[in-house]
C-alpha cells in the first residue's frame, strides 16, 4: 500500500508540474484584423521601417535563394533541424496580412506569433526584444506595405520532442531575458545607440558569440567567435585573431563599402550584412562601428607595432623565391595566388595580401576553404570582386598542400589539423556553406562617411 501510494504522489507530481508549465507556457492568440490599407501609413515612418529593416538583415533569412523579399522559404540550419523562414509580406493568409501592430510586437520582443505559437529562436528575438516601441511601429508599417505574396514555406525539419512548440517556453525560462535596451550613462550617445543597434536590431552576437548545447549565446563568451552557414563569424572581442587589430574607423570603412585594404573583403553571409547595411543612416553606421571597436578593449602598444610593422611589409614586399619542383603549397600559390594576391591591383577588385587577412590566422580553416573552394562569385548587375574557385582544378591534396602553406607562412598560429579530413567533408558537401556574392565598391566611389564630417 506504501509503494502504491508514492506511486500515485509521484504520478500527483508529475500532472502538477506539467499542468504547470503548461499554464506558464501556453500563449493566447491574438485576434487577426482586416489587413491594413498601405497607403494609411506614414511614409516617414515606413522609410524608417526599411531603415530598421536593413540593418536587422531581415531580408536575407526570409527571402529564399532566386526568390522573391520577404516571402520566406530560406532554410536556416541548426543543429536540431532545418528551419525554413515564414513568409512576412502582407498576405492576408500566408503572411502577417492579419496580424495587428500588438501581434507583431510580441513576435519581435517574446517570439510569440499571432496564432500564440512559440518562434524558435533561430528567429533571434532574444535580440529584438530592446527594440523600442516606436521602432517595431516603423518596422510594421514598413512590412505592412510590402507587396503582398501568397507562399508557404516548407515545413521545419525538427525532430520530436523539439518539434513540441510549447517546450520552447523551456527554452525562453532559461534563456530569453526581457525589457528594452537600457542606456549606459557612462557611455556616449554614439556608443549607445551602436549598443543599442548592434546587440539589437543587427543582432550581431548572434553570430559573433558561441553557443551552448540548447542553442542558446554562451553569456560568458560574448562576441567570442561562432560558427554561421558553414562560416567562422570571427571574434569580435580582444580574442579576435584580427593581424591587423580593427578601429572604429576601419570598422565603419568596411561595414559601409566591403572591404578595408587592411582586412579583405566581406564574404560568406558578412557581404549579405554588408549590402543591408548600406542602407541605414550614417550616423548609425557611425555608432555601430564606434560600439564594436570598443567590445576588443584597447589595443596595446606592441600589437599595434607590430600591426604598423605589418603593413608597412606587405606594402613593400620582398617577394620570396619558389623551392623546389614538386606541387607544393607554394608553387601552387604562386601558380594560381600570388598574381592576385601578390599583384598591383588594390581592394576590392584585387586580392588582399594574406599576411592582413584573418583567414589564415583563425582558429579554424573553414572561411579559407570556402573561398579557394567556391571563391567570390559575381554580382548580378553591378561591378563586383571576383575570386575563381578551385574545388575542380585542384586535387585534395593539392587544395591541402596550399592550405598548409597559407596558414604557416601568412599566420604565426599552429598547423591545422585534419585538413584533409576538412576539405573532403567541405567537397563532399558534409559541411555545407552559403556562398554570397561580396560587393566591393570601387575605390574611386569608396567612402568612410558617404558626406558626413568623421
Excluded at 487577426?32 to 526599411?50: C, E, M, N, T, W
Excluded at 509580406?89 to 501581434?103: F, L
Excluded at 525562453?172 to 546587440?199: M, V
Excluded at 623551392?323 to 584585387?350: K, M, Q, W
Aim: charged share 20%; net charge neutral.
Amino acid at each position: 500500500m506504501t509503494a502504491f501510494k508514492t506511486f500515485l504522489a509521484i504520478i500527483g507530481l508529475c500532472l502538477a508540474v506539467t499542468l504547470g508549465f503548461v499554464a506558464i507556457a501556453w500563449r493566447a492568440p491574438i485576434d487577426p484584423v482586416s489587413p491594413p490599407s498601405a497607403s494609411g501609413f506614414d511614409p516617414a515612418l515606413v522609410r524608417r521601417g526599411a531603415q530598421l529593416a536593413a540593418a536587422g538583415n531581415c531580408s536575407t533569412c526570409h527571402t529564399a535563394p532566386g526568390g522573391r523579399a520577404f516571402v520566406g522559404g530560406r532554410a536556416l540550419p541548426t543543429p536540431f533541424g532545418t528551419i525554413y523562414s515564414t513568409n512576412i509580406t502582407p498576405d492576408p493568409v500566408t503572411g502577417i496580412g492579419r496580424w495587428p501592430e500588438e501581434a507583431f510586437r510580441r513576435a519581435l520582443a517574446e517570439g510569440v506569433d499571432r496564432a500564440g505559437r512559440h518562434l524558435y529562436p533561430a528567429f533571434p528575438y532574444d535580440h529584438f526584444r530592446l527594440l523600442t516601441r516606436d521602432d517595431a511601429r516603423a518596422l510594421y508599417a514598413f512590412f505592412m506595405t510590402r507587396e503582398p505574396v501568397s507562399a508557404t514555406p516548407s515545413a521545419n525539419e525538427v525532430a520530436f520532442p523539439l518539434n513540441v512548440r510549447m517546450l520552447l517556453a523551456g527554452w525562453k525560462i532559461l534563456f530569453l531575458r526581457q525589457g528594452s535596451y537600457q542606456q549606459n550613462p557612462a557611455q556616449s550617445e554614439a556608443w549607445n545607440r551602436g549598443a543599442y543597434l548592434a546587440e539589437g536590431l543587427a543582432h550581431c552576437g548572434a553570430c559573433h558569440t558561441p553557443r551552448n548545447r540548447l542553442g542558446a549565446e554562451k553569456a560568458s563568451e560574448r562576441f567570442a567567435g561562432g560558427e554561421v552557414e558553414g562560416w567562422n563569424a570571427y571574434a569580435l572581442n580582444e580574442a579576435s585573431p584580427a593581424p591587423v587589430p580593427w578601429d572604429a574607423d576601419s570598422l565603419r570603412f568596411y561595414l559601409t563599402n566591403g572591404w578595408h585594404d587592411a582586412h579583405g573583403v566581406a564574404r560568406g553571409p558578412m557581404a549579405a550584412v554588408v549590402d543591408n547595411l548600406a542602407a541605414i543612416p550614417d550616423a548609425d553606421m557611425k555608432a555601430i562601428a564606434t560600439y564594436v571597436a570598443s567590445i576588443a578593449g584597447e589595443v596595446s602598444a606592441e600589437r599595434r607595432r607590430a600591426a604598423e610593422a605589418l603593413i608597412a611589409n606587405t606594402r613593400n614586399p620582398t617577394g620570396q623565391s619558389i623551392v623546389g619542383t614538386e606541387a607544393s603549397g607554394e608553387n601552387i600559390f604562386y601558380a594560381a595566388c600570388a598574381s592576385c594576391h601578390e599583384g598591383d591591383r588594390g581592394l576590392p577588385f584585387g586580392g588582399v595580401n594574406l599576411a592582413l587577412s584573418t583567414g589564415p590566422s583563425g582558429p579554424n580553416p573553414d572561411n579559407v576553404i570556402n573561398v579557394v573552394l567556391w571563391g567570390l562569385p559575381p554580382a548580378d548587375g553591378a561591378r563586383s570582386p571576383v575570386m575563381p574557385g578551385f574545388a575542380g582544378s585542384l586535387s585534395d591534396q593539392q587544395l591541402v598542400a596550399l592550405l598548409s602553406y597559407v596558414r604557416s607562412r601568412f599566420s604565426d598560429k599552429p598547423a591545422w589539423a585534419n585538413l584533409d579530413k576538412e576539405v573532403r567533408d567541405a567537397k563532399s558537401g558534409g559541411r555545407p556553406s552559403s556562398v554570397y556574392p561580396a560587393h566591393g565598391i570601387d575605390p574611386a566611389q569608396a567612402t568612410l562617411n558617404r558626406g558626413e564630417e568623421p
